[in-house]
């Protein structure tokens, strides 16, 4: 097969299967509004959980930012690139989460792939629960180490698979709240199993940080785990983008050797540095406490709402909603008919779920109204 019959049949594949994927270009994808082809939607597949991409004082922070760094860092961190800006961040990120040490990524998926493959070595093996993020699977599976997956939150599979011999060390990998299915892991049990077993755990807790726990500090601080390594992103609840890794002094100085995503790579622009810090403050403050406060509203509000339609929940309690429909082309019909009544949903497909649990992921907001929650429901009634 050539390059270009190779290309044309992997597409024709993806078209017969309802799962190719297309991009549309939108006037604004974050906040409660969603705005595309002249038209306005009530935006329910952002994560941007506490509509902070939208906060004056994050914008005005960045806009300053940039006044005083100018727009760019200007290399990698080892060369010139990592700013004060950057270290304040890091600094109050470690303090508030209880960490010796933060490094900043420029994205959640650079910051797995670097730590993976910076630590994992021949004869080690990686344990992960099934549904981990792309970004933690493709770097366990390209990692010199065996990779085994456990039954999703199952810890009793996990701590069957790492009293299996092994000739080098044990890494266990979670999420605090997983994406596609919105649910919690069982970090108390997972986090005593692996110390246990003398492994390490790492805890990517994309959809925690910022909205789960006591002042945002996110799903391990909420069941009292500290990991060894703690991902967290800015992408989602921080409503901005980025990425820090959470440790000790030690594992902090070796990725600094070793994190071939820090060293090769240009250090995230020092003005975003400046944003984030103001989203955590936002985060921190009684302001933050507000918007948690009223996503969790929001959340039981809809819980209840739906539980009475024609539609399988999962088990979340977080902001993630998703809406299980199996097949591929009723996940796009529904999405389809939300968008015809102004509600902006995304239909998730094979292969980043299982096959067979198509799905509308829903994600709800600090930044919608209860009448916004009212209106999703009453739509997904009559498409459902
Ligand atoms: C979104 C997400 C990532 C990727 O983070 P980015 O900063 O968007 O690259 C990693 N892990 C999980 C669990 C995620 O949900």
Redesign the pocket.
């Known amino acids: 097969m050539s390059w270009q019959q190779r290309i044309d049949s992997a597409l024709a594949q993806r078209q017969a299967a309802s799962a190719l994927r297309r991009r549309q270009a939108v006037a604004q994808g974050a906040g409660r509004w969603l705005m595309a082809e002249g038209q306005r939607y009530l935006n329910f597949s952002s994560?941007d959980y506490l509509g902070l991409s939208q906060h004056p004082q994050v914008i005005a922070a960045w806009q300053q930012g940039a006044a005083q760094f100018g727009v760019g860092s200007g290399g990698s961190g080892h060369v010139s690139g990592y700013s004060c800006a950057h270290q304040q961040f890091e600094d109050q990120l470690a303090q508030w989460l209880g960490f010796p040490r933060a490094l900043l990524f420029i994205?959640?998926?650079?910051a797995?792939q670097a730590v993976i493959a910076a630590l994992a070595m021949k004869d080690d093996r990686i344990v992960a629960d099934r549904l981990s993020?792309a970004?933690?699977l493709e770097a366990a599976s390209l990692s010199p180490a065996q990779l085994r997956r456990f039954a999703h939150n199952d810890a009793s599979e996990l701590q069957r698979l790492l009293a299996k011999p092994v000739g080098g060390q044990q890494l266990v990998v979670t999420?605090g709240i997983f994406?596609m299915d919105g649910d919690s892991a069982p970090l108390a049990d997972i986090g005593r199993i692996t110390r246990d077993a003398g492994a390490w755990l790492m805890v990517?807790d994309?959809?925690g940080i910022g909205v789960s726990g006591d002042e945002g500090r996110g799903s391990c601080h909420q069941q009292q785990v500290q990991p060894d390594l703690l991902?967290v992103?800015?992408?989602?609840g921080f409503g901005v983008?980025?990425?820090a890794v959470l440790c000790s002094e030690t594992v902090a100085d070796y990725l600094l050797q070793f994190a071939r995503h820090l060293i090769y790579s240009t250090a995230m622009p020092p003005a975003q540095a400046v944003a984030l810090q103001a989203a955590l403050a936002v985060i921190r403050s009684d302001e933050g406490r507000a918007r948690r406060e009223t996503l969790a509203r929001h959340i039981a509000f809809f819980r209840a709402g739906a539980a009475a339609l024609d539609v399988a929940l999962t088990a979340s309690s977080s902001a993630i909603q998703p809406l299980i429909v199996g097949d591929n082309a009723r996940a796009l019909h529904m999405a389809g008919a939300l968008r015809e009544q102004g509600c902006w949903a995304t239909a998730i497909r094979p292969p980043t779920v299982a096959q067979g649990t198509a799905r509308l992921r829903l994600t709800l907001t600090a930044a919608h109204t209860t009448d916004d929650i009212a209106r999703l429901l009453e739509v997904l009634d009559a498409a459902s």
């Not at 994205?107 to 650079?110: E, P, V």
Request: aromatic share 10%.
């Open positions: 994560n994205s959640g998926f650079a797995n993020h970004s933690l999420e994406s990517d994309a959809h991902i992103t800015f992408g989602k983008s980025g990425a």
